[in-house]
């Protein structure tokens, strides 16, 4: 860490679990935390998330996307409030509005997203559904810097789960979000200690190119 905690922007959409997750590790109870949460900004007035930065004193702010004539100006808007807050890096946590070139470009490798897949395998959405579909065995979720093509960029770290016989997708998608709240603030804690480089497009983990990865049992111990 440079001189204080990493700060960071978290952009959601909706329910914000993944934000009650990074609120739950780098939250106003942790001052000693190496990142700190300065901002949430939703695109959605009624996304749950909101009232989660509420109540433990998080500024938060919607930008309705709705509100703007064309994504430019969407992004514009967002990027001078990530601007204000002093935020160093930009956290997608279920944020759901795809981003400009110029905006990513602005923010290239200090944009982090959490996808519900182990990519490059299901970018996009429904997931868990194509999961089930194509019979894989194992599924999981991916942190990775992003990048313009939705849902590509440099793997920070993975989680797998297992796909069971009488998975449906809801199920699924219930045991990858439990990984998912593992796994954001761990990724995210290498980066603010900087233990995160790039090796061309390959994401680096304490000088050693494995990206950080588990499976799920290990999330019980
Ligand atoms: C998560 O599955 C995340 O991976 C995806 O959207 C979902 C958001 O859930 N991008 P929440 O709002 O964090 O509960």
């Known amino acids: ?4 905690p990493l700060k960071v922007a978290v952009l959601i959409s909706g329910g ?6 990074l609120i739950d590790n780098f939250g106003p109870l942790f001052p000693n935390s190496p990142v700190r949460i300065v901002k949430v900004i939703s695109n959605r007035p ?10 433990v004193g998080i500024p938060s702010v919607v ?8 994504r430019v100006a969407f992004d514009a808007q967002l990027d001078r409030a990530i601007h204000e807050s002093g935020a160093e890096l930009v956290v997608l946590a279920g944020f759901m509005r795809l981003l400009t070139e110029g905006f990513v470009n602005t923010w290239r490798n200090r944009l982090i997203n959490i996808h519900p897949a182990l990519l490059p395998s299901f970018r996009g959405l429904d997931t868990h559904k194509r999961a089930l579909k194509r019979g894989v065995k194992l599924h999981g979720a991916t942190v990775h810097f992003v990048r313009q093509e939705t849902d590509t960029g440099p793997i920070i ?3 797998a789960v297992p796909v069971l016989a009488d998975d ?3 199920t699924l998608a219930t045991r990858v979000l439990k990984a998912e709240h593992k796994l ?14 790039l090796d061309g497009e390959r994401a680096m983990v304490d000088g050693k190119p494995d990206p ?6 290990a999330l019980a111990s």
């Open 46 to 55: 009624d996304a749950g998330g909101i009232e989660r930065a509420k109540k």
């Open 212 to 217: 950080l990865a588990f499976f799920s049992p």
């Open 184 to 197: 954001y603030p761990l990724a995210l804690r290498l980066i603010a200690e900087g233990k995160v480089k």
């Open 157 to 159: 770290a993975q989680a």
């Open 16 to 21: 914000g679990s993944n934000l009650q997750a």
């Open 1 to 4: 860490m440079k001189g204080g």
């Open 168 to 170: 449906t997708p809801e």
């Open 63 to 70: 930008i309705d996307h709705k509100a703007f004539p064309d």
